[in-house]
């Protein structure tokens, strides 16, 4: 089980050397794709080029001593941000027009990623992203959130392909034990948002179908979140 190990150690360093940058800078939640991302950076660069910075907004306490986890276990420079005061304030001065949950929610990612850009620009570094294939196929990232990045090493990784590639690389057990959460709120789960498992979603990657209900979920998230996967669309006259 070799996930191309070598070509995507390989892709992280070209990246790296093609964009004049010293390193990167990945956000660490405290889950698995953000560990697993860590430890590649830290196989590819070496640990004194990864810094990774935990953003909590109100999160989950674990959620934060599972990133300090990942941090001490590949030795990176490691940063908190608590965001929880900059998303007061955003909400505080939104206008009064019954806003969504989510997309109050949504705010959360879009100022880590602020940050994470913030920082990176600073310290002449690239972002690096954690989402995975299952979740792209879903469109369940925040689109100019998590979504942003300059590379990602796991696009092409379904979760089940993620949790064995974390055992290898040594990734600690607890992380990739937990439920997949996005951390928007307490309780909150991936599974339990999308409505859908992520063996359902691996099983109509591979093979183009799974059970009815599953698949009319799927089908309907990846046509209705096709923009997220794409570039802004710019306009050219004839």
Sequence with gaps: MDFNLEQRLEFIKVRVKESHTEGVVIGISGGKDSAVVTALCVKALGK??????????GSISKDAEHARLVAEKFGIEFLEVDLKASFDAVCNNMPDMNL??????NIKPRLRMITLYTIAQSKNRLV??????????MGYFTKWGD???DI?????????????????????????????????????????????TYAEIEEYIKTGKTN?????????????TQHKREMPYFFRSK
Excluded: H, R
Aim: net charge negative; proline share 6%; hydrophobic share 45%.
């Design 212 to 224: 009815s209900v599953a698949q009319s979920i799927i089908e309907i998230a990846y046509k209705k």
């Design 48 to 57: 004194e080029n990864v810094l990774g910075i935990t953003m909590p907004c």
């Design 128 to 137: 690096v992203g954690t989402d995975n294939l299952s979740e792209m196929v």
């Design 147 to 149: 979504g942003a990045y």
């Design 100 to 105: 969504s949950e989510l997309a109050i929610a």
């Design 152 to 196: 990602n090493p796991l696009s092409d990784l379904t979760v089940s392909e993620v949790l064995a590639f974390g055992k290898t690389l040594g990734v600690p057990a607890p992380i990739l034990e937990k439920a997949p959460s996005a951390g928007l709120w307490e309780g909150q789960t991936d599974e339990k948002e999308m409505g859908v």
